[in-house]
């Protein structure tokens, strides 16, 4: 696998992780168990659309997509998308 193929790959997960995010949002769960369930889910997805990582690239793809998850819950918050406060959370 290039080196493209596998940027474009980890981009292809961008866009879920906004409804992931949202879905897990209500749980009252911890960030970093939220962030965990959303990686999962993005690896699942990404498996169900055919894509792969080569092996050697297999202990980078939680962290990697851990900090998708982080950039974008990170946008999401700054914008105001999710609401904090007493029984609120983020992720």
Not at 14 to 20: A, G, M, Q, S
Request: hydrophobic fraction near 50%.
């Amino acid at each position: 696998m290039g080196i493209w193929k596998l940027i474009k790959t980890l981009f292809i997960a961008i866009p879920f992780v906004v409804p992931f995010a949202v879905l897990l949002e209500e749980t009252g769960k911890p960030g970093e168990e939220k962030r965990r369930e959303v990686v999962n889910l993005l690896k699942r997805e990404i498996a169900n659309l055919g894509f792969t990582f080569p092996s050697w690239f297999e202990r980078f793809v939680d962290p990697l997509l851990g900090l998708i998850v982080d950039v974008v819950v990170e946008v999401m918050n700054k914008t105001g998308f999710f609401v904090h406060g007493e029984g609120h959370s983020t992720i």
